[in-house]
């Protein structure tokens, strides 16, 4: 083996678990913006409501905070997680 593969075997499973990993700090801090904003509101009705206003309202705005760290953060953790998996032998993938 060339000692460009070694290096390649190495950092691969580190790679992808620090994607996954920011994957979910992005994915967890989406939730954080939601449920920063759903506290503004009065009232548990109103929670609900402003609650399901936001998840439901994402592609309405794509390019907001909230949108951009939801939709990245499930994007890095889903690809990643399944990468890793396929890394372990768990599924095949070609």
């Known amino acids: 083996m060339r000692e460009t593969d070694e ?8 790679i992808l678990v620090l994607i996954f990993i920011t994957g979910i700090c992005l994915l967890g801090y989406g939730i954080y913006l939601i449920f920063k904003k759903v506290n503004e509101e009065e009232g548990l009705n109103k929670k609900i409501e402003a609650l399901v206003a936001n998840i439901f309202g994402l592609h309405l705005d794509p390019f907001s905070r909230i949108s951009v760290a939801i939709l990245l953060g499930g994007l890095l953790s889903l690809s990643s997680f399944f ?8 599924i095949e993938m070609e």
């Open 7 to 14: 290096v390649f075997i190495i950092l691969l499973p580190i």
């Open 83 to 90: 990468f890793i998996l396929n890394m372990f032998g768990y």
